[in-house]
C-alpha cells in the first residue's frame, strides 16, 4: 500500500469538536458521500461502538489493521485479478491513479484505489481503501454505516478469518 | 495629499527569472497566481493536496505542522514548503520547474465525447481562449469540473493523450473512478458543445532526448501521455527502439489497439505488446497473457540498456520498478508521474 504517512495513535476528540467534525466528516470537494453516511450517531459514538464490538469479539484492531493491510496489499500485488486472501474471501484490486487527502487536517494523501472483498458463500462483502484503513489506524474510525466505504468491524474480522 | 505605499516583499524565482512583489503575509501560491504564475493545487491553498510544493532557497522558516504530513524528510532538508502555506514577511528566493512558467489557464468546449471501453471515456477539447496550447508530450493538465448534485466544482488532473502538433485543444482519457466526484461528472453530466475549463501544462514526465531504447509500460489511462509520445516520436520520425506494453485483465479492457499496431510501420523499431491477466481460455485471445511485470520480463530479459516510461496505477508502478530493478535497470532511467 502507497503513501500511509507514519500513524502516531491521537484520539479523534484532539482534532476537533464535535460539529467540526460532522463537517469535516461530511461530503467535500475530496469525497463525494464523506464518511458518515446516514449515520445519526456522533462521530465519537460511532467510533466507541465499534471500538466495544471489536473488544466483544475479542479481537484486536491492530491485528486487524494488519490483516487488512496484508490482504490489500496482495490484491495491489495482482493487478485486478481475483486473489484469495482467506478461506472462501476473494479480493479484486481496482488501481487508479490520484490522491485523496484526510479528511483530519495534517494526515497527508492517499492513493485513491479500492479493493473489493468478497465472501464466495454469502456474497457479503465490503470495499477497502488505502484512506479508509489509515482512518481505522489511526482513529478506529470505520465510517458511518451509509458510506460507500464503511467496513463492519465483525464482517471484516469473520472474512479475514480472526474469528468464525 | 501623498499616499503612503503599502509595504510589499520582493520573491525571487528562479534566480531573476522572475521578480514578483508581493503584500507581507501573502501566500506564495495567491501572490504567484497574481502574477500570472499558476503553481498546481488541487485544495484550494488548505494544505490537503501537497500539490503545490516549492524549493525556498533563500529567506526560508521552518515548515508548519499543517506542511509536514505532505513533505518527506528529504524534501524538507532540500527547503521544500507548500506554496499554498508560505506566507513571506521578508524577501525570499524560490525554484520552481521552468515549465511552471509556460502553465496558463484555458477555456474551452467539448468537441466529442465518446466511450472508448465500458469505464473509459474519450474528450475531445477544442481551445477557445487561449486558441492554442503548447505542451510537451507526456505533460498534464488539471480539469475543474462544474457543480452538480449539489457537490461543489474540483479540480483533477488528466494526462494529454494528444500530440503537441495538435495545438487548438487536447484529448483526454478518463476512466470512471468508483464514487468519483469528477469522473461521475464527466460520464454522466458533461455533453459535447460544454465549456470546460483547465490550466496547464504540468508535469515533467517526457521522453528523453537520449538514443537509448525505450520500454514503456501502461495500463487503462495510463496510456494517454504514452499515445502523445508515441504520436511526437512519429512526428520527429524517431528511430529509437521502442518496446510497448499494455496490461489489461481482459480484450474488454483493450483500446486502441489498432492505432498502436499501425505504428509498428509508422516507427524504425517499434513492438506493442499488449497482455491480458485474465482473459478466459475461451475468449479466443492468441496474444501475450500474465501480469504485465511478468510478460515484461518474459520479453526483455535484460532491461539494462533501456529507459522506461511508466503510467498507470500506483501498484502497476511499484511492481514495474520492482521487475525493472531486478532486470538491471537502474532508477536513474526509470521514469514515471510520481505526483500519481
Ligand atoms: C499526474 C496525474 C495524471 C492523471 N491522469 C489521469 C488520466 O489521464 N485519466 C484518468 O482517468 N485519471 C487520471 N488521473 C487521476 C485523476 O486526477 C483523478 O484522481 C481520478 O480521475 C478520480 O477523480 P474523481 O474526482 O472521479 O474521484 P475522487 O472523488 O477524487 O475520488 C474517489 C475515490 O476517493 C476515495 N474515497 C472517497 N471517499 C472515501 C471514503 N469515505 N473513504 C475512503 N476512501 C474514499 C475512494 O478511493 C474513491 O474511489 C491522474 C492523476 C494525476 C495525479
Ligand atoms: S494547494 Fe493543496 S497543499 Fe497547497
New interface residues.
Partial sequence: M??S?ESNKQPVQAVADERDLRKILG???????GFLGADPRRPEDIMSDDAAMLAGLGVDKERLVDTLRKAYDAA???????VTVSAGCVAV???????I?SPF?????F????TVFTLAASGASF?LTPLSLHLIDKHGFFQGKGS??RVEPDVAARMMGLIK | METAQAPTVAIDINGGKKIIRVKPGTSLLAGCARNGLFLPSACGGNARCGYCKVKVVGGATPPLAAELPLLSESEIAAGMRLACQTKPVGDLAIAVPDELFSVKRFSGKIARKTLVTYDILGLSIELTNPKTIEFTAGQYIQAKSMSYLGRDAVLRDFSIASPPSDSSGVDLLIRRTKNGIFTRWAFDVLKEGDAISFSGPYGAFRASESAAPMLMVCGSTGLAPIWSILQDLVRKKCNRTIRCFFGALSQKDLFMVEELHKLETGLADFKFIPALSSEPESGGWTGERGLITEVVRRNVPDCSRFEAYLCGSPGMINACIAVLTQCGLPDARIFYDKFA
Fill in positions: 502507497t503513501n504517512p461530503p467535500s470537494r475530496f469525497s463525494a458521500a495491489e500485488q495482482a493487478l485486478g485479478a481475483p484490486h481496482c488501481g487508479a491513479r490520484g490522491k487527502p487536517a495534517n494526515e497527508g494523501t492513493a485513491k484505489g479500492e470495499s460507500p466505504y
